[in-house]
């Protein structure tokens, strides 16, 4: 006799992976691949192309070290973007890395990458935009000023802790920062209407810093060449101080291999080029996402990276590298020593005189405009993420009921970045970051060789290329970089490491109240 039961028909399965992994069916799905490839790119494109020349310059005394270090973050950004292509088609959930890193390596980095991205990264990006947007919009209006006070509420003191020197910042409101508070405020706002407002006015502010970038250079070609700047920085004089021998200074009397040198210059490049992954954070309103995530990251950093590189040769062909820094003219001060380390705008006053200066503060506006709004609306889907895995207050994962939109998100992202305008920090905060992105990367880049191996039968329907060698060369160099950074420049790296490890007590601590609330 058949000893066989017939068992009832079984549930759909509702394991941690299919759980969690899921497409997110609630939010409305409004970007297509040009929205996405425009998201990433309007977010990489912010002022720092625009400055941290000067200071590379100054760091890599060095034409061909000044190209080098575009050259490798370039490299680490396009083999990041490749890699994590893979895991936003495997997992196209709302959240993007902060998914990633939970499903990879644990809830508690998940967690951390979230609690360091809404106290830091994104808010103080976001904060250090709209500022720059007020300060170059004061050029047209003088009224705009950091030193106009509305509310003057405080001077923090310089202090040291360690080799660090923290404090300076003024405390208050006043009329530069307002504008900053009143873009923030706006775009906020506007994002609520639907993914499809924010996105549309990505694409219009995008388009137009990509063309302004592309003017740039062409303008360069044709009309920027200076007899002076290509004697002294091309020919045999490209390769000075480049050879691998050669000795530099980082500060202090501190000597440094050239190798050494071009990681502690990565913290200016590696900035200007980041955010190219906010993409990820939208995954749950793109459309197709298994085809159209990993195409935005390849073709959205790749022409970024470009125009990068094809700028820095502008630049070199305009002005010397070299220059004084109580020179007379722009090519005397040269691109080390451009007033302010404005770079591109000496670049166009040079080609243009005055009208050239003005062209490039309006593009520089642009510029900042757009990438505010490209982190506003990515940097919500990330707490929005959070609180639906009850480690964000639980009212962020509510969406608006007309338009699904994460819009308490949106809020709490602007009350916090308007905090951070007005306590003058941002500038510092911006400095620590960069060391904790690069963290984070490296993290969630050897969470796809975990992933690999956990989940080997999950559904890939784009496989990073290059896989495992460029992968692991990515993680190799990554790791250099933030040791070197950790030696040498430990006033960008210890605060930043001090925020992401805060963020463990927080963590178990958010836990244990959750518990005790479901109890």
Not at 208 to 219: H, M, N
Request: a positive charge; aromatic letters at 12%; hydrophobic letters at 50%.
């Amino acid at each position: 006799m058949s000893t066989d039961v017939q068992r009832p028909p079984q549930p759909p399965s509702t394991s941690d992976w299919e759980r969690h992994t899921h497409q997110d069916q609630e939010l409305v799905k409004g970007l297509g691949l040009t929205s996405a490839t425009m998201l990433v790119m309007g977010s990489m494109i912010g002022s720092g192309i625009f400055i941290v020349s000067a200071e590379i310059s100054r760091e890599v005394q060095s034409p061909a070290l000044l190209i080098g270090a575009w050259l490798v973050t370039g490299f680490l950004t396009i083999v990041g973007a490749l890699s994590y292509g893979e895991l936003a088609a495997m997992m196209p959930r709302a959240g993007g890395q902060y998914v990633y890193l939970r499903e990879s390596l644990g809830p508690l980095w998940g967690f951390l990458y979230g609690w360091t991205l809404f106290l830091v990264i994104q808010t103080g990006t976001i904060a250090a935009v709209g500022v720059a947007f007020g300060k170059f919009l004061g050029i047209f209006w003088p009224a705009i000023s950091s030193t106009r006070w509305i509310l003057h509420l405080w001077r923090v003191p310089k202090f040291s802790v360690g080799p660090m020197v923290l404090g300076g910042m003024d405390v208050g409101l006043n009329t530069q920062n307002l504008v900053a508070i009143l873009v923030v405020v706006a775009l906020s706002i506007i994002n609520i209407f639907g993914v499809k407002t924010g996105a549309l006015i990505q694409n219009i502010f995008t388009a137009a810093k990509v063309s302004a970038l592309l003017g740039l250079v062409l303008f360069g070609i044709f009309l920027g060449r200076n007899a002076r700047a290509i004697a002294e920085n091309f020919g045999a004089n490209f390769w000075n101080n480049a050879g691998l021998g050669t000795l530099h200074d980082v500060g202090g009397g501190v000597l440094v291999s050239t190798l050494t040198a071009l990681a502690v210059a990565q913290v200016g490049s590696l900035f200007s080029a980041d955010a190219w992954n906010n993409v990820t954070f939208t995954a749950g309103e793109v459309k197709n996402p298994s085809r159209n995530l990993p195409l935005s990251l390849a073709l959205g950093t790749g022409v970024v990276i470009a125009l990068y590189i094809a700028c820095n040769f502008i630049y070199l062909g305009a002005l010397p590298l070299t220059g004084n820094p109580a020179g007379a003219t722009l090519v005397e001060r040269g691109i080390q020593y451009a007033s302010e380390d404005r770079v591109a705008t000496a670049v166009m006053t040079q080609m243009f005189g005055s009208a050239g200066g003005g062209l490039m503060a309006v593009a520089i506006m642009i510029s900042g405009f757009g990438c505010a709004n490209g982190l506003i609306l990515s940097g919500a889907r990330v707490y929005y993420a959070m609180a639906k895995d009850n480690l964000f207050f639980r009212s962020v994962a509510r969406l608006h009921p007309t338009y699904k939109t994460p819009a308490v998100s949106l809020m709490v992202q602007m009350v916090w970045t308007c905090i951070l305008c007005i306590s003058g920090s941002y500038g510092q905060l911006l400095d620590y970051i960069i060391f904790a992105v690069l963290v984070f990367y490296i993290l969630t880049i050897i969470g796809l060789f975990v992933l690999r191996r956990t989940h080997a039968d999950a559904g890939r329907p784009y496989k990073a290329v290059g896989y495992p060698v460029l992968p692991a060369i990515y993680i190799v160099m990554a790791l250099f970089i933030d040791v070197v950074l950790l030696r040498y420049k430990p006033q960008y790296t210890w605060p930043g490491l001090f925020i992401v490890l805060l963020g463990i007590p927080v963590y178990y601590a958010w836990t244990l109240t959750q518990a005790r609330d479901s109890a």
